[in-house]
Antibody
């Protein structure tokens, strides 16, 4: 059974940093692109970032470029999102999601972890 | 960036109704269009991928159609568990973008 479990969310002050993790199981982690998607309270879904299977290729949404870094440790089956210079508008539930490859859809999602940026 | 526009933003329907949600892309995206269902407090779930392919385990009352810029999600006979918010998403080019969502409520 495919499982994705996020952790690392919490309350952080503006300008602070946080690292999110997503532990994957039930599939060959290194064979899949992985994504981060966020959802501000009461708002819609926003794609944040993606990384390919060996970690050599990444893409970011414009508002997080230069502040967020996606990475992965295939030996630990874990995806990461390092978030620096956090702003109030980064407050959201952050989901990790698996890319279904052929269809480029998100076929499995984690339960999400809440990041709150506030003083 | 490709903009995705869903309509309506919300709708009220009764159990058994046929429901149609539309999604329009700001440029041609072939069939790189996916649909998700999200219930309150839960992660989204994939319903339809590549515009018209039903994800494994999804009831057959859900269907998708369209190509190019205009797409449709249809629920043939609305069930109580279908009351949720639905999102379209394009995977033609990064940044992947979602529609603003359509909330399906009980009439």
């Amino acid at each position: 059974e495919v499982q994705l479990v996020e952790s690392g969310g919490g309350l952080v002050q503006p300008g602070g940093s946080l690292r999110l993790s997503c532990a994957a199981s039930g599939f060959t982690f290194s064979s899949y692109w992985m994504h981060w998607v966020r959802q501000a309270p009461g708002k819609g879904l926003v794609w944040v970032s993606r990384i390919n299977g060996d970690g050599s290729r990444t893409n970011y949404e414009d508002s997080v470029k230069g502040r967020f870094t996606v990475s992965r440790d295939n030996a630990k089956n874990t995806l990461y999102l390092q978030m620096n210079s956090l702003r109030a508008e980064d407050t959201a539930v952050y989901y990790c999601a698996r890319d279904a490859s052929s269809s480029r859809s998100f076929d499995y999602w984690g339960q999400g972890t809440l990041v709150t940026v506030s003083s | 960036d490709i903009q995705m526009t869903q309509s309506p933003s919300s709708l009220s329907a009764s159990v058994g109704d046929r429901v149609t949600i539309t999604c329009r892309a700001s440029q041609i995206i072939s069939t790189y269009l996916n649909w998700y269902q999200q219930k309150p407090g839960k992660a989204p779930e994939l319903l339809i991928y590549a515009a018209s392919s039903l994800q494994s385990g999804v009831p057959s009352r859900f269907s998708g159609s369209g190509s190019g810029t205009d797409f449709t999600l249809t629920i043939s006979s609305l069930q109580p568990e279908d009351f949720a918010t639905y999102y379209c998403q394009q995977s033609y080019s990064t940044p992947w973008t979602f529609g603003q969502g359509t909330k399906v409520e009980i009439k």
